[in-house]
């Protein structure tokens, strides 16, 4: 490779239209590729579906040498591998579903400079008979995918990134490129750091995905309100919808099914040949719908997924983000859309309780849910918020639900008051823990068994809260929780105060409130 730009970017452009067959390069992609071509690192931020993968094959083909891929996506090795084989590209793969003779064939492709790429699970560094592998051979970079793996305080964290550093020591003269599509300006300056990439130049994409539009619906009769929506403006079109639980997932693909929506189930407890099947008739059909666990999604790549509809929060934003993100790939418009409820967040707050791990790891999943409820009760652009999260400005986007459907806001001080002055109270009640449900029942004045059981009528906010309903009700809990006015802890859903909730309780501090539509309004068309 000469110092001179030119040439080798008109190589570049070559490759790119004689080995994968496009016309031109998208957003930095040609930057990014020149860079790297003439020897820099550089670290890449870049949404799903943007064409991070170019970024370093193009590289990898145009520089002497074999280009060596880490990639904790094992599964899809083979694929990706499959993919450009077909293109004519010499690429091959070391990972642990291989028997020992597959990857001595493998070794001994790429010691005879057979590869134009190598794929290694980032454990096979860990092994010294891999890094001596690669000492023999002739590497022409190090792209580091998934580079989000390496943040420990992200959301996808593998203790095998952390080693990930030790390419810098042992060949500081090989370019090294990181990419992810979470990107966070935390998470960005823990690749940079930790991965060593001092020196490198930084890409950083625009996050915004305007084809799609973003909306999140007050939970009520979750598979009713999906199936108004595929109903409503997606009848036979492709898309996926996200559930929590296995149960659920299969449930929900039933009740589609019966409804007479062409619907099938995903998750990792089914048949691994049934799995591959939905998978498959996904990718070939126009205008199937998949009902999965987050198990799927991790790399496929279909343009025409018309919505992705949640039924359970998502454990975090990136995680929403991604999932999201795999709807409208083509440009077209396309829907994102979540339905929230307060059991969710109950739910959540238990599986973190649960969770294993230290108190550090608790307290992590715990901020991400925050900033997961944080977007739910917005009341400004859902996109402003998102981007906002991933460090970017931008301006209300006249394209989801805040802006089509401004939610009211109203003064939630005094509700906000008596539902924490009846918590107050029931935590006086020794060993006897209440979810919001009792709660509510205090405030409206109801004698259920349970209230009665307690004596709870005769508590003076008893039926202090006759003047909202219900559904209103839920909707202080809810937002008071995401406010973090309010915390839930133990396997029943306690409801119990935080540090801030005494400002409210001494009138120190005004709590506003997003008002839910009466009926959702049903967004117009998605502007492209
Ligand atoms: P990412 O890894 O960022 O999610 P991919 O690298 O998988 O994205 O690319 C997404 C899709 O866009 C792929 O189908 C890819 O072939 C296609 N693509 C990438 N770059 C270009 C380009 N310059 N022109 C046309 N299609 C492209
Ligand atoms: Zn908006």
Redesign the pocket.
């Known amino acids: 490779v000469t110092a001179e730009g030119a040439p080798e970017a008109g190589e570049a452009v070559q490759v ?1 239209r004689r080995v ?1 067959g ?1 016309d ?3 957003g930095d ?1 040609q930057e990014i590729i020149e860079h790297v071509i003439g020897g820099g690192d550089a670290v890449v931020l ?1 949404p ?7 970024c370093y094959q193009i590289p990898s083909l145009v520089r002497p040498g074999v280009g060596v891929v880490i990639s904790p996506l094992i599964a899809l090795m083979q694929d990706q591998v499959d993919a450009l084989r077909a293109l004519g590209v010499r690429a091959g793969f070391l990972n642990s579903t291989q028997d020992f003779e597959e990857r001595r064939l493998v070794e001994a492709e790429f010691l005879a400079g057979e590869l134009d790429l190598l794929y290694l699970a980032p454990e096979r560094l860990r092994v010294e008979q891999t890094v001596q592998l690669l000492d023999r051979g002739k590497i022409s970079l190090f792209a580091i995918d998934e580079a989000h793996c390496v943040a420990q305080w992200g959301h996808d964290f593998r203790p095998d990134y952390l080693a990930l550093s030790m390419l810098h020591d042992r060949w500081p003269d090989v370019p090294r490129i990181a990419l992810t ?1 979470t990107a966070t300006q935390a998470t960005h300056t823990e690749i940079t750091s930790r991965l060593r990439l001092d020196e490198a130049r930084h890409f950083v994409a625009s996050f915004d995905r305007p084809n799609i539009q973003y909306r999140i619906a007050a939970k009520s009769e979750p598979k009713r309100q999906l199936l108004d929506l595929l109903r409503g403006e997606h009848s036979g079109d492709a898309g996926i919808v996200y559930c929590l639980s296995r149960a659920s997932v299969e449930k929900t693909a039933q009740f589609l099914v019966d409804n007479g929506i062409e619907a099938v189930p995903y998750h990792a407890g089914l048949d691994a040949r049934v799995r591959a099947e939905n998978q498959a008739r996904f990718l070939r059909e126009d205008g199937l719908v998949v009902v999965a666990t987050i198990a799927f999604g991790m790399g496929i ?1 279909k343009p025409d997924v018309r919505f992705v509809a949640h039924l359970d929060l998502p454990k975090s934003v990136e995680g929403y983000y991604q999932e999201t993100g795999r709807a409208g ?1 083509d440009g077209q418009p396309s829907t994102a859309w979540l339905a929230y409820g307060l059991q969710d967040v109950v739910q959540q707050r238990k599986m973190i309780e649960g969770s294993e791990g230290d108190d550090a790891h608790r307290r992590r999943l715990s901020a991400h849910l925050d900033a997961m409820l944080a977007l739910c009760e917005t009341v400004v652009c859902r996109r402003v918020r998102l981007l906002a999260y991933f460090g970017q400005e931008s301006t209300p986007c006249g394209n989801c639900d805040t802006c089509l459907t401004p939610p009211e806001t109203w003064d939630g001080t005094v509700p906000a008051q008596k539902l924490l002055s009846t918590v107050v109270r029931l935590k006086r009640e020794r060993g006897q823990k209440f979810g919001a449900g009792q709660i509510i029942d205090i405030l409206l004045g109801r004698k259920t068994a349970k209230v009665i059981q307690f004596d709870h009528d005769a508590l003076s906010v008893f039926g202090i809260g006759e003047d909202l309903r219900e559904a209103e009700w839920r909707g202080v809990v809810r937002q008071l929780l995401a406010q973090a006015l309010l915390a839930v802890e133990g396997d029943y859903g306690t409801l119990v105060l935080t540090e801030k909730s005494g400002e409210v309780l001494r009138g120190q501090r005004e709590v506003p409130m997003r008002r839910e539509p009466e009926k959702p309004a049903r967004a117009a068309k998605a502007k492209a």
Do not use: E, V, W
Request: hydrophobic share 40%; no cysteine.
């Open positions: 790119l994968f496009y031109a390069f998208r992609q870049m799903t579906g943007g064409g991070k993968s170019l599509a790549d790939r």
